[in-house]
């Protein structure tokens, strides 16, 4: 790899300041940019291993980029810390972890300090999009509002997202780029007086009186909040496989972290297992970010994700099986061989279906679970609370905008306020979360018979329409009417290309036919997102259809950019007349057989890690519920440490509950494991008098 991974050229993102700040890793110097987190600044340096666990030595490298698991501590200037989340400073000396960090030699007898309570009318966990569009509604009543969060920044996810987002531009600011949209709502968020914001604050806890425990910067603190409302989002999925713990190995959230936070070219080659939102889009991300993406896997029959999203990275090369699965992951000290195989109906790999591919890293993106604990607990102890975006229903960030705004108005309700909430307003959310809709057959519509059209690819009823809120001709309709109709031209085109400026999908090209007045060949204007010199002018590429299939070849005339097109680039292509209405795309990669592989075999299944923290394996914890007839989690957390690690079971709890089910069968029932304060490590010295390390 090489020394500099660094991002400097982005066809979205500005690559920000220089990298200005020193630092040492195990005695070397190197440089990092001001406030960047450790583990950033390390991967931009060519360094992917953190530490070595202490129950085996295996080599741990970064894993949720989120603060939530352990897997990348390192000593920082002689003390344990994560480094995903503690950011560099001038100077600092961090070095690779061995085992357990040891206890420096104190003598002292140190004091309990006191624990400030602080009192208010709300207190939202979260400041991602639910937060703070819920703190904007409350506002409006003169209510006392702490939004507690454990980031640097307000906007949550929203951040991560370079992509223009769905929806209405009505209803949800849909055209827009989503950390745009983060950049806004926190705008108005800062404008409110009576809404503080405590960020690096991540709440840890819910307690039977009505507390909630608040780690605030180094300090331990208690909020008394009257009401409390849970928007802390989602958390990704984990799925076990052999070598699913290497260094390399690591969830769709991360990576976005990496490259589009922090602009941090993580990987070189890429693979990435689920067709989801998040993997389709983790997908184009790295595109974006000039990295090659050897494929993409999903287990069902096709891509749960959007259609559209699907189709742009067929379109661009990127190989897609779907009813495949990965089998292992492999190599020396970090990452550098993933297997995949084709699945039958009930999952189970079919034989001599395996391949296998060289890369760097596997994203693994198969879904995500409500960040609800705390929910859960405030529920039991009886407390006024409510939830709101991911923590109460996973959807996309735009249902999670909306569902902030109707909870907002349900809670001053409750409160007494007399307040509307939209009847629409609920059919829209409805419509927001819903899962992707019919797929249709692509028609081509032209009724005004005009020589420049769009061609609208958008076939699949998904909540998306900001194609009709830009056409100044207002010829752009949905065909039932709302949000989630598949939009169709139904009246003439100026050739504005507004519609193929905003389209989320990127699933709208404009088609002039009068280019030549011979009639042999015409002019397509597509949707262009990729870095610059990708393309060039005069370069003859190979054109493809909007579902991935090729079409033929075609000339590059010129990539044109403006303002009003929000940092997205029209690329105009001159293709024979036969081919404008196929042409939807240019394909950037050609595919390449991958050589056959082997499947896993049982040795291999049975050392697969389970729980990251502790590494217990698949074999270890089947094997003492086989013996045991254990039917009970905390017994097995008891017996062999799982679940008692850092992460506090929220990686591998789901995955241990199916080992359970596969053991002892479907019909099993298990005692789940008691969640207990803290969610997350709270270090001593937040209790301490004065509060030193």
Not at 36 to 65: K, L, T
Not at 140 to 155: F, H, P, W
Not at 552 to 575: C, D
Not at 661 to 675: N, T
């Amino acid at each position: 790899m090489a020394a500099d991974r660094r991002i400097d050229s982005h066809p979205i993102l500005a690559p920000g300041p220089k990298a200005s700040v020193s630092f040492r890793f195990n005695g070397k110097l190197y440089k990092a940019k001001p406030g960047e987190p450790i583990s950033s600044a390390m991967m931009a340096n060519g360094i992917s291993v953190f530490n070595a666990h202490h129950r085996d030595g295996a080599p741990q490298g970064i894993f949720c980029a989120n603060g939530q698991c352990a897997q990348c501590l390192v000593l920082v200037n002689g003390h344990p810390r994560k480094a995903c989340i503690t950011p560099v400073g001038e100077g600092i000396d961090v070095r690779y972890l061995e085992g357990l960090p040891e206890l420096p030699a104190d003598d002292s007898q140190p004091m309990p300090g006191e624990t400030e309570t602080v009192e208010t009318d709300v207190l939202i966990v979260g400041a991602g999009p639910a937060g703070l569009s819920a703190a904007a509604e409350l506002a409006v009543a003169g209510l006392k509002i702490i939004i507690a969060d454990d980031k640097q920044e307000v906007g949550g996810k929203l951040g991560l997202q370079t992509h223009n987002f769905f929806g209405s531009v009505r209803d949800c600011n849909a055209g827009m780029r989503g950390m745009d949209i983060g950049t806004l709502m926190a705008e108005e968020i800062d404008e409110l007086e009576n809404v503080k914001v405590w960020l690096g604050s991540p709440a840890v806890a819910v307690f039977c009186d009505g507390l909630v425990g608040i780690l605030r910067g180094n300090r331990y603190c208690l909020v008394k909040p009257k009401h409390l409302l849970i928007t802390a989002g989602a958390r990704e999925k984990s799925l076990a496989f052999p070598g699913c713990d290497l260094p390399g190995v690591y969830g769709g959230g991360a990576f976005q972290t990496l490259v589009n936070r922090d602009m941090v070219r993580a990987s070189k080659k890429l693979f990435i297992v689920g067709g989801g939102n998040v993997g389709l889009i983790a997908a184009y991300h790295a595109l974006q970010a000039g990295i090659e993406v050897l494929g993409l896997v999903e287990a069902l029959p096709k891509c749960g994700g959007y259609k559209v999203h699907l189709d742009k990275i067929l379109r661009l090369g990127i190989p897609v099986w779907t009813s495949h699965t990965v089998l292992k992951a492999e190599g020396s000290g970090k990452l550098e061989k993933v297997t995949i195989a084709k699945i039958d109906s009930d999952f189970k790999p079919l034989p001599g279906t395996e391949m296998t591919f060289d890369v760097d890293t596997l994203l693994v993106a198969v879904g995500l679970a409500p960040v609800n604990e705390l929910l859960l607990k405030a529920r039991e102890f009886d407390m006024s609370v409510y939830a709101a975006g991911d923590a109460d229903v996973i959807a996309e960030a735009s249902a999670a905008i909306f569902s902030g705004h109707i909870t907002g108005r349900k809670m001053l309700r409750d409160m007494g306020h007399e307040v509307e909430i939209p009847a629409e307003w609920y059919e829209i959310l409805d419509m927001l979360r819903a899962k992707p809709g019919p797929t249709h057959d692509l028609e081509i519509l032209n009724p005004a018979k005009s020589r420049v059209y769009p061609v609208i690819r958008c076939t699949q009823e998904i909540p998306c329409n900001p194609c009709t809120a830009v056409c100044p001709k207002d010829s752009i309709r949905t065909d039932n009417g709302k949000m989630t109709g598949t939009p169709q031209l139904l009246g003439g085109c100026v050739g504005c290309t507004r519609c193929v400026a905003i389209c989320p999908g990127l699933a709208i090209t404009l088609v002039d036919t009068g280019y030549d007045p011979a009639g042999k060949s015409a002019l397509v204007t597509l949707p262009w997102e990729m870095p610059a010199g990708t393309v060039r002018p005069g370069q003859t590429v190979n054109t493809m259809g909007f579902e991935g299939g090729k079409v033929g070849t075609g000339k590059v005339l010129a990539i044109k950019s403006s303002g009003w097109q929000n940092r997205r680039e029209l690329l105009l292509l001159e293709v024979p007349a036969k081919d404008a209405e196929k042409v939807a795309g240019i394909r950037l990669y050609d595919t390449r057989p991958p050589p056959a592989g082997t499947p896993a075999t049982a040795e291999e299944d049975d050392n697969t890690i389970v729980c990251r923290c502790e590494r217990i394996t698949k074999g270890e914890i089947a094997s003492y519920i086989k013996e045991t007839g254990c039917t009970d989690f905390n017994a097995l957390k008891a017996a062999l440490r799982v679940g008692m690690g850092p992460c506090g079971g929220k990686t591998c709890t789901e995955l241990v509950m199916r080992i359970f089910k596969q053991v002892l069968g479907r019909d099993a029932v298990i005692e789940q494991h008691s969640e207990r304060p803290f969610t997350q490590e709270v270090p001593l010295s937040a209790f301490i008098e004065g509060g030193e390390e």
